[in-house]
T-cell receptor
Framework: DTEVTQTPKHLVMGMTNKKSLKCEQH?????MYWYKQKAKKPPELMFV???????INESVPSRFSPECPNSSLLNLHLHALQPEDSALYLC?????????????FGSGTRLTVV | RKEVEQDPGPFNVPEGATVAFNCTYS??????FFWYRQDCRKEPKLLMS???SGNEDGRFTAQLNRASQYISLLIRDSKLSDSATYLC?????????????FGAGTRLAVHP
């Protein structure tokens, strides 16, 4: 299995809703990442988990809350989002966060906040 | 100054053409270099790593010049299926973590 699976593929949520994005990989990778990508912009790093511990938070607002229940799963909990948070949210994994290669990206969740 | 700079394009070329993309990076401590391809509304996928000695994969040739902090990608005999955005990516090791830094991408449109 060489894939990163993200669910749901599309999500529309109101500004008062609580929702979660899910990411799963079974490649034995010990680093997992959340990226945000706006239209016609490059992906921007949000969070890095290394060996199931949060190691990097790129000054992301607290309305985004990551969680890593185990080495294969990564969640992103969403609460009280703003319309400008609408974007493609990409999960990625790699063998080790100290390596810059061997990244696999999921196909993303396209989020619309209304 | 952006950490990784690319010409956004679009590059509109006919099938069979040769097209070249350039990229510059600002931090001389950057460690690894890649070209990723991203199709519309899809995730980025690794196209190829880039080495100082230059490397080739079929119709694609990548080159790195560390002294000039310059990366290039050459696509020969363009196919319709090459239409995509090409992202120049460098890595920088900081705080125990090797971070991917993406350029804004160069759009390529190959037409019949």
């Amino acid at each position: 299995d060489t894939e990163v699976t993200q669910t749901p593929k599309h999500l529309v949520m109101g500004m008062t809703n609580k929702k979660s994005l899910k990411c799963e990989q079974h490649m034995g990778h010990r680093a997992m990442y959340w990226y945000k990508q706006k239209a016609k912009k490059p992906p921007e790093l949000m969070f890095v988990y290394s060996y199931e511990k949060l190691s990097i938070n790129e000054s992301v607002p607290s309305r985004f809350s990551p969680e890593c229940p185990n080495s294969s799963l990564l969640n992103l909990h969403l609460h009280a989002l703003q319309p400008e948070d609408s974007a493609l949210y990409l999960c990625a994994s790699s063998q080790d966060s100290r390596q810059g290669y061997g990244y696999t990206f999921g196909s993303g969740t396209r989020l619309t906040v209304v | 100054r952006k950490e990784v700079e690319q010409d956004p394009g679009p590059f509109n070329v006919p099938e069979g053409a040769t097209v070249a993309f350039n990229c510059t990076y600002s931090n001389s401590a950057s460690q690894s270099f890649f070209w990723y391809r991203q199709d519309c509304r899809k995730e980025p996928k690794l196209l190829m790593s880039v080495y100082s000695s230059g490397n080739e994969d079929g119709r694609f040739t990548a080159q790195l010049n560390r002294a000039s902090q310059y990366i290039s990608l050459l696509i020969r005999d363009s196919k319709l299926s090459d239409s995509a955005t090409y992202l120049c990516v460098v890595t920088l090791f900081s705080g125990g973590y090797n971070k991917l830094i993406f350029g804004a991408g160069t759009r390529l449109a190959v037409h019949p």
